[in-house]
């Protein structure tokens, strides 16, 4: 019988691992492209060490090994910036990523208040695309240029509001 996938707070000892994963899953996004100096596979341990300790990192666990990985962070206005959601190539199309994003969404409205959820993504990033709009984001603005060949998408999409009493 397999192992479940579990979904936990990451820990500054996930930092390397978190980093060796996101290396090997933005190497698709870099051939989309044809651009191999992205943020993601330029960012150093240090700089991730520094978003473990300010944002909400959550990991996706197979056993002992990290094969998922989400990070987020809630400015003053309620605005939640999710980035760097990344799924082991061999366990992509599943569900995984869609459950560890709605486990940074809940966590981020529960504990950090936040209002809308933003995120971006490559303009010919598709499968990223449909993933994001099946799960209730839309796009906002026009496309924001990065490089030559990379402009990103930005899409939000409000988080779920508790129920309420109607009032009299």
Do not use: W
């Not at 492209?33 to 300010?54: F, K």
């Not at 995120?119 to 026009?142: D, F, P």
Request: charged share 25%; proline share 3%.
């Amino acid at each position: 019988m397999g192992m479940s996938v579990t979904i936990s707070t990451a820990e500054a000892s996930d930092a390397e691992k978190i980093l060796k994963l996101q290396y090997l899953c933005y190497q698709s996004e870099a051939e989309i492209y044809g651009d191999y100096t992205i943020e993601p596979l330029t960012q150093t341990l240090d700089e991730l060490r520094a978003e473990l300790a300010e944002g909400c990192v959550l990991v996706a666990r197979l056993g002992a090994e990290v094969v998922g990985s989400v990070r987020g962070t809630v400015d003053g206005d309620g605005t939640a910036v999710i980035g760097k959601l990344i799924v082991h190539p061999r366990l992509q199309r599943h569900g995984l990523g869609g459950r560890l994003l709605a486990a940074l969404e809940d966590r981020l409205a529960a504990e950090r208040e936040a209002k809308v959820y933003q995120l971006s993504t490559g303009h010919r990033s598709e499968v990223n695309l449909r993933m994001y709009r099946k799960l209730g984001y839309s796009q906002v603005g026009a496309a924001r240029p990065v490089t030559r060949r990379l402009s990103m998408v930005t899409l939000e999409k409000p988080a779920e509001q508790a129920p309420f009493a109607a009032s009299a």
